[in-house]
């Protein structure tokens, strides 16, 4: 086991937690497969997000980030099923709705005014065969329907210049763009409507660094501006680290920890969380030892009983290997801190955590 | 630097692809993509050297030319000190004995039809011979995949012998990547992405796998990445691609936390940086306007190919294509800045980490 | 999971290679199994099912089903050999296509496109009518030479991206001889296509065979089941109500090539996954009342298993 | 415009190889026109005729291949076709027009319908996967497979001989004379109508199969789930996105597939007793009518690699990847 | 429907159309009566414009011919020279008169152009003499004077201008016949009727001849009724087409003097054997044949001579009147151990020891040839010889096997003619003999016996009928007792018609002539047409 010694001291968390929640995701269980032995992916998940945060959601490949963000939004492809769970959505009207039992009518209304979603393969995510007007128009269109089409390419036009593309790039295919540019143009599309989240599935993974970087910050100052709530998706920890408010740490199907981003990177408290943070090494300071995590990511379609980290954790109990543990408050009852580790719930005593997780 | 003759070194390496798909007999290529233009590299026993830069900047594709898998369309590549002529299948063989790759995606690098044994024994057999001058067989070809399999942490090697690649997780794929190329004992290992596919917690392993192997068995690593920090973790010396053409190299330290070129001084800026909240480093460089997209390589403009991009760029930058300078011993950068021209542009000297270091550090 | 065993899973697979293995019986055993000579003459001339004939006789009064029986053989065989040879055409035109590149690459597939252009049941009819004895066999070669094209267009499109693929650098970058790289790295890729490649083959060659014998190009001695056509048509057996002649036959076809599409259906569902996993659960899904969609996820809120 | 360029260059030396395996392949083999003239009248024609036939087909002279090759090169180049030995001195030309219209109308139309109805069936296939619809599958695999001469065999002696609704041969009312009149139209299409229906019935089910599979194999592409994701109607999403693009890889095997199309036709033309080339080019091979076969081979293969051209063209308006990119 | 009865249109005239069906395929426009397969002659409609010199009634061969377009034909004593009496006061469609110089000028053709010569008269002089033609010729035509009749007539004043009468498509055509060309389609073409015919006015007022593309599509025209008339081998015709409408549909197949043989090779085993000639001869039952092969359609061959009987009825010899086939194994068998042959358990053995095996071979897709093959193989059997049915291709049987001998066995058909000698001369006229392996064009069978020769080649010289009677029983002798091919069955011609609109046919009852559409005796058909009453 390893220990760094980045920081002793929290930094301020840079937002206190807001009261309003936008998004609500209350149990959600989701299977693959339709036969008699699908897998549970994720087992009764619950996250918040609230009003103009940026959710960080991390974990290593795999593990069910894409799986959630589809399911919130009910996008998932067969053989996905969602089995159990609601999403209680807040329109900008207002109004609470549980996306999940909304008919399919409502649940198209909803979708794009209220809740955008940029995915993964956002490379693959325009349609190779329509000019990125059409595309950008037709969304606006099927939601305005009054909105003439001179109006909607307006629109259109303005959104590409809000993501710094030149509005003559409206009459290219998608194949003409370059990687970076059909990135911004899935997110200006995301925005048409100014929707109250913009969930985001590893939106730069394909892009490189300088690209990266760009893409986000333009995100983050149009949230600003917009003022919409982001859920953003990546299994960079350190990106994270730096452009979440929170940051909900996911592992096997399950959240295993959710913080202020500050406090996840200078104190985690799940092993996991600790393991991820000391698995890349940091670019600047001093050089520290970096152990891993060892062992492999479980197969979720036949999971062990008990913490699904268990058998990669340094500071396995008993208990761990038997009881699955429960995302809940750490025994010190850290503000706005959950956690689901034996280690942390089941009210041991400080002396017997070890170090890291101690901080 | 080089205390001793590089294993492996080139120069002035340059590839040109046709562009625009196949090429019509009898005519010269209409255009190409300048690759990979006039780069300089040494690899030194039990030394990594990293080659970072952005996607497209050329890195693969000096692996690949250093692995002779393609050919060279110009400059010279020495294994000890002699230039390195691969016609014909016995050379070429003879050479990857020598100089083994290990490519980016080790989910695409193995063969998904073969089970493990069919994938090593095959690399045993091509490179190594029986103590009595034959191929490699029996009892002798079953050690040494043992041996194999062990030195790349897969044991007990019974276990992963018989296995097929799908049934093995990413990490241990990427270790039966390395085990093959370790099959021919060789002194250089170029090492294409090995973990950008993987998992942030396996990639470690993989890291100091290799790490090991450099410092175990004493051969040179090229690590190419486009993780600058990982760069500095792993490797002895840094390059930086940009274009095709080399930016700045120099030992990773240094170059990650002062680096020269003010394209690395934006990669080191854009790269994600936990310990930098306020995002300093970034904003002091991207207020200078640096955003854009890499140039095109198909007939590349004369000057700097940085120079579109560059805040501190002038006539000259655009004008003429700069040399790689040594600024300091160990440490050269390719910009006019650091030259002693009158006309030279002014880049001061910026410096991303060393000054917050305090914030971060303990 | 062992892909066998999942090829074998899929009920439309299972229900096609049972199909195929009922006619291939037939075609080894045939003439043990008729229960008359084919060519045996009898004095019940064109009589309908009957216990003595289950199938009928026709205006000689020769067992249909024996005919039927015997003629399985000759279908079969050829759909075999054509589907043999063109799929070896087809691999050596398409791997080598896709794996040489350059000019060589070039000049093989517009050799395989221009086959594809080229109609091929008139230039099959135009050569097989041509032939001094245009047998069975001699059918199937000229089925075979001119219809790998597609096989080996779709095989150099595989080959291509194979080539370029890590492990086939990856084996090139050790060392490896390019006969070795094409056999032992890329061809085991290429079985799934091989096989559907050769599926299709069979079933066109099958096609092609029983038209040729159909229009009396091929000679009509040869038990298959287009002879029987071609005498029930000749011999008006439709204008004489004789639908025991015309349509065993014709359905015998279309069933073999149904279970060929179906064979065909299984590989393309282990090449493409995409296709595999609902079609498994159709029934259990309907039971449960879910209705799979892309786009809207399925909420069933029921008893966790 | 290079790939344009690129695939006219193709069809260019894909009709060179055309003409010249059509010239060879009749010429390499045994048999001549001659004696399967006088097989085909059976002793009506006197055998000490013989001569005098072969004095009159210019067969008794001996010119070398190569000659030949030459000679019918000039000829193609002029738009000559030679004389047919069957319809004897009727040009080949003569014949090849009056036949080609009807098989290119009678096919175009059954294959564009059974396309169209195909890939819409097939696009709702795969939209609906997993549900009742898959039943249908079975089903088009056994039509898929039926031989096309069966089916037209067995939809005459249905509804031409024993319901009587459709005449049972011939592409218009014997009694008439072809004009551009309503009455005429109407018989074409009366008459052309089963035919049709079975290129139509035995041809749907491939392109069925072939738009399903593409259909489940785009309805999982991102852009499919973003167009869901932005809320658009079921049927903009359906139509515009998947099927807009599943229909790609269908345009392509159109094209390749009408080469089949046109073999299916030369059956039908016999089943059906239409004029068309199929038929011709058929009864040319059994006369070993040279010049004929020649002819209409030629024009079937032009046909179809003009059929192609246009699919081409058709595929690069309907996926403008293909017009920047090179291949 | 249109399939079903649509045939049957009033035209302006008041009657009805008469559809000819024809299963030649697709036409070309093509109106020559000279070019082979020329649309005219393929769906027949040559023969209702062009009209032959005299009319023939070949359903009775042996009949005289009645004058047609020629008053009368006289030949000399060795019918080396014809002298022709045109009839007067035939007008051409166009209005010219038709002159002695037409028939002239026609028969001239064909002298001029070799390729128009397809009866292969040896023409020598032809010269017009006032108000006749005389002809002159290199040989005795005594055999061929119907060739010579059956010559259809064109006006000069429209073919002298034409540069190439073989190959000119003749776009107008011009005939002396009772109708005239009104439109043509590549499905059809449409005759309407002089009103200025010589003969007076047909009582059909139009015919349409439709093409089918085969036999098939043709029987489904028939048994509909889309066509009235047409001929084509109908299998199980009583069920298939006469069934439909017992009352209106007839079929008549007319004999001539033409059969079906099967050409043994006489020169390679078993059939250099005259002894196992003779025992397949007796063992075949020309009954079943023609029941089962034909559908009952030829009438079985009766008399020992193969002579087709009634056609043949005057030409039989006293020696064999009466003398019928029969199937007698018993007798075979003794015939056959008394030439040495002996019997290994069922297997028939040569006097050499040998096992006796043979191969039948007709064209592949032949239909009734190759069932009687079958049959014919089982019939040996009962020999205990041992044969096999080997369809061949159509093209190398008619190019290599036929007429190079290579076969051991099989069926051919023999030219028809007004006397016996074409039928017995295409089997047995040492005249053709060539060695095996040299194409022949008759006598495939290479038989050789110099008493059959000499008295084919007097008959055919013959200036007198007792000669003529005298070589004929010399040839049945030899065709009898040396059993040079096996007859199997008479070639009638057959034709189908439908007696719904119209009566007057061709029939058993009245065979007046043959009934087929396509031939020279369509003109004399259609003028004995009448309508039917109701
Ligand atoms: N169609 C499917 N059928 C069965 N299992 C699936 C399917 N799609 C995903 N899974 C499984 O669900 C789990 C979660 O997948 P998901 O894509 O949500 O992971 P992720 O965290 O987004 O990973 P990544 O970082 O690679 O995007 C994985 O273990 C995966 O194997
Ligand atoms: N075979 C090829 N033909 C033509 N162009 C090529 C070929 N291979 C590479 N290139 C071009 O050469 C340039 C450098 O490619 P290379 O793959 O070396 O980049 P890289 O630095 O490895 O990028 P990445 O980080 O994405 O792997 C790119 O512009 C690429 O498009
Ligand atoms: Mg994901
Ligand atoms: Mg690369
Ligand atoms: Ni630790």
Redesign the pocket.
Known sequence: MSQTDTSTQAGTPTAAVPAEPVLEIRDLSVD??FGDDP?H?LREVSLTLHRGEVLGLA?E????????AYAATRLLSP??LITGGEVWLTGRDGKRADLLSLSDAELRAARWRDIAIVF?GAMSSLNPVFRVERQLVDGILAHRPGMRRAEATERAAELLRLVGISADRLRSYPHQLSGGMRQRVMIAMALALEPQVLIMD?PTTALDVVMQRQILEQVMELRERLGFSVVLIT?DVSLLVEVADRIAVMYAGEIVETAVARDVYTKPRHPYSAGLLGSFPPLHGPRRELTGIPGSPPD?SKRPPGCPFAPRCAHAMDVCRTELPVLGRTAQAEEGRLVACHLHTSGLVDGVLPGLLAR | MSQSTPVLAAHGLTKHFRAGGRRIAGRPPARAIHAVDGVDLELHRGQVLAVVGESGSGKSTVARLLAGLIPITDGRVLLDGAEVRVRGRRAFRAYVRRVQMIFQDPFASINPVHPVRHTLTRALRLHRRQSTGGTLRGAELEEALTELLERVHLTPAERYVDKYPHELSGGQRQRIAIARALAADPEVLLADEPVSMLDVSIRLGILNLLADLRDRLGIAVLYITHDIASARYFADRTTVLYAGQVMETGDSESVTQEPLHPYTRLLVASAPDPDDLAGAGAAAVRDQGTGGEPPSLVDPPPGCRFAPRCPYARDLCRRETPELIEVTPGRSAACWGYSDREDRPEVGRVSTGSTRGGEAGA | MNNQLMFLRNGKVTAGLVILGFFTLLALLGPWVAPYDPNQVSDALLSPPSAAHWLGTDHTGRDILSQLVVGTRGVLVVGLVAGVSATVVGVLVGVTAGFVGGVGDESLSALSNMFLVIPQLPLIILIAAQLPSAGGLTVALVIGATGWAWGARVLRAQTLSLRKRDFVEAARANGERTWRLVLVEVMPNLTAVIASGFVGTVTFAVLSQVTLSFIGITPVSEWNWGTILFWAQNNLALQRGAWWWFVPAGACIALLGMALTLVNFGIDEIVNPRLRSTGLHARSLRRRGIRPRVGFTPVVREARS | MRFLLRRVVFYALTAWAAITINFFIPRMLPGDPVTALLGRMQGRIDSRAENSLRVLFGLDQDTSLWQQYVDYWGLLLRGDLGLSFTHFPTPVADIVSQSLPWTVGLVGVATVIAFVIGSLIGTFLGWRRGTWADGLLPAATFFQAVPYFWLGLITIAVFSVNLGWFPSSGSYDRGMVPAFTGEFIGSVVYYGFLPALTVVLSSVAGWVLGMRNMMVTVSSEDYVTVAHAKGLPERQVMFGYAARNAVLPQVSSFALSLGFVVGGTLIMEMVFSYQGIGYTLFQAVSTHDYPLMQGCFLVITLSVLVANMVADLAYALLDPRTRTEDR | GGGGGGGTTETEGGGETLTVGMPNGVQTENHSPFATGSSALSLGYAFVIYEPLMMRNQARPSEEPSPWLAESVEWNEDFTEAVITPREGVTWSDGEEFTADDVAFSIQLRKDFEALNTGALPYDTIETDGGTVTVTFTAGQFVNQAKLYDLVMVPEHVWADIEDPTTDTNPDPVGTGPYTLKSWTPQAATVVARDDYWGGEPAVPEIRYSSYNDNNALTTALTTGEAQWGWTFIADFENVYIAQDPEHYHQYAAGGLGIDVLYLNNETKPFDDKAFRQALNMVIDRQELVDVATSGVNPALTSVTGLPLPAGEEFLAEEYAGEEFEVDVEGARALLEDAGYTWEGEKLVDPDGEEVTFELVNPAGWNDYLTALDLIKNSAAELGATAEVNPVNQDGWFADIIPGGDFQATLHWTDGGATPWDMYSDIMDGAHYKKLGEPATWNFGRFQNEDATRALADYAAAADDATRTESLATIQEVFVEEVPGIAIWTRPATAQYSTQNYVGWPSEEDPYNQPQPTGVQAAQILMNLEPADG
């Not at chain 1, 490949?61 to 959630?68: A, D, E, F, P, V």
């Open positions: 693959y497969g897998t992916v974990g490949s795999g593990c069910g980030k894409s799986t959630l053989p996905g993964q590893e299994h979720l």
